[in-house]
């Protein structure tokens, strides 16, 4: 990762060849997060809308789409501004997905086991995002 905290200012060669911090040590982290979550909040207030004028299945794959988008701004930016971009595009895609699919998964499970499939869908979203790696 020594490529991206050059890239981005995290971390700066001194004039006799040794790294150390950057100026931006402690912004870089808290933006590419800040702008993260921003765009996960806008993804969601919006995707009630997007999900009854043009239909669960449609607003699933257009977050999709929309994720993918935020993976090339951010995998192919050489700025600051590109990089947050794309987290803030990606954002937007979480926010999207994190509503409509478990609304998905209800509207179209068998009544009987509806309850299980939205909490296995929860549960594996808890597993993916665990800290904990032994």
Known sequence: MPG???QFGIKQYTPDGSLVDGPHKELMPALTTFTFLIGC?????????????????????????????G????????GMAAFLFGRWVSGLAIGISSVVCPLYIAEASPTNIRGMMVTIQQLMITIGTSNDRH
């Open 71 to 78: 993976g090339i701004f951010q995998t192919a930016s050489y």
């Open 41 to 69: 909040l806008m993804g969601s207030a919006f995707v009630s809308w997007m999900a009854d004028r043009f239909g669960r299945k449609s607003s699933i794959l257009f977050g999709g789409f929309i994720f993918l988008v």
């Open 4 to 6: 991206f905290e050059l």
